[in-house]
């Protein structure tokens, strides 16, 4: 990453303060860049900047569903770092339900965030993004990005939708030299939202989460789960120098777990 070291990235992480997000922002910090994380909870952002004590990074309150709450975050970073060439779109929420289950408030919390919410911090930062000749978004998608899994219809519904509008801001910022992508992880237990689902999982089944995790592994052709590290690594790439030629992309971080699918009783 020596690239971004060189030429300091300016970056707003939302979702920021925990999972994903935190663990972008402490790489992108250590590769040299100035950093904002973004988040909606003032607690989890405080205890993020506590663990960043004399680091370059800027914890600023932010509700990825308001226009006006993007708006003042994006106006923050131009403040603090004279502005803005890299946003990152973690912030995310899951909530498991079968279709009849679904309330309307459930399915717009879920769509809200997750979809919405990028389109809303996309908007407000993309004129620095545009402005700064180099600029990167990178969203954080998902399998459910991919394929449906019952009990996922909204949030499935939302991260399909991310991939969506990849493709179409990457055609639209390319004029401006912004490249626009999503990295499509698989479930990582090490975060918020990775214990939520193996929590849920745990109540489904009534199996212990080592047995889960080593199903879940067994079903990765590279025969591991997968962790916070590798999905870090797919969007530095992302926004390094050089992936300036990359746009559009929803890149699976899955150990081969979309492109392959086992013939049963043939191994290797
Ligand atoms: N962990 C996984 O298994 C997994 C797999 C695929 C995709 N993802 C995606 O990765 C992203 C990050 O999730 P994570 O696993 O790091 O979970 P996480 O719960 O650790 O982090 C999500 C963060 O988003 C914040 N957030 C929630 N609502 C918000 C709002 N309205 N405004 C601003 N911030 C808000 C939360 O406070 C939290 O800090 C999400 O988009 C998620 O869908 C996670």
């Given at each position: 990453?020596?690239?971004i070291?060189?030429?300091?990235r300016r ?17 992108l910090l ?5 950093v904002?994380i ?6 989890r952002?405080?205890d993020?900047a506590r ?11 932010l ?8 708006a003042?975050?994006v ?5 603090r770092f004279g ?8 912030a995310g929420?899951?909530a498991?339900?079968?279709?009849a289950?679904i309330?309307e408030a459930?399915?717009d ?35 459910a ?6 009990m996922?219809a909204h ?5 399909f ?21 999503c ?20 109540g489904?089944?009534?199996?212990q ?9 067994a079903d990765i ?9 590798d ?9 390094s120098?050089g ?7 929803a ?11 086992p ?6």
């Open positions: 990453m020596s690239d070291r060189s030429a300091p970056a707003l992480i939302t979702g920021g303060a925990s999972g994903f997000g935190l663990a972008i922002a402490a790489a250590r590769a040299g860049a100035l904002a973004g988040d909606i909870s003032a607690e952002l405080q993020a663990s960043f004590e004399g680091g370059e990074l800027l914890a600023v309150e509700d990825v569903r308001s226009p006006a709450s993007a003042a975050a106006a923050a970073c131009e403040a502005g803005l060439d890299t946003l990152v779109n973690s929420v899951i498991f339900n079968p279709l289950q309330s459930e399915w919390h879920v769509l809200d965030v997750d979809l919405k919410g990028t389109f809303l911090c996309s908007q407000a930062a993309a004129p620095l993004l545009c402005a700064s000749g180099r600029g990167r978004i990178v969203n954080i998608g998902s399998d990005s991919k394929v449906g899994f019952p996922l949030y499935c519904a939302a991260k939708g991310v991939v969506g509008l990849t493709k179409v801001l990457a055609g639209e910022l390319a004029p401006h030299q912004v490249t626009v992508n990295v499509c992880p698989v479930g990582v237990s090490g975060t918020g939202m990775g214990q939520e689902v193996l929590d849920w999982k745990i489904a089944t009534g199996m989460p080592q047995e889960i995790l080593a199903a879940t592994a052709p590279l025969q591991r789960n997968p962790t916070v590290e999905i870090v690594n797919a969007v530095l790439f992302l926004i120098d992936a300036a030629f990359l746009t559009g992309l890149l699976d971080v899955d150990g081969g777990m979309l492109s392959t699918i013939v049963p009783g043939v191994e290797g």
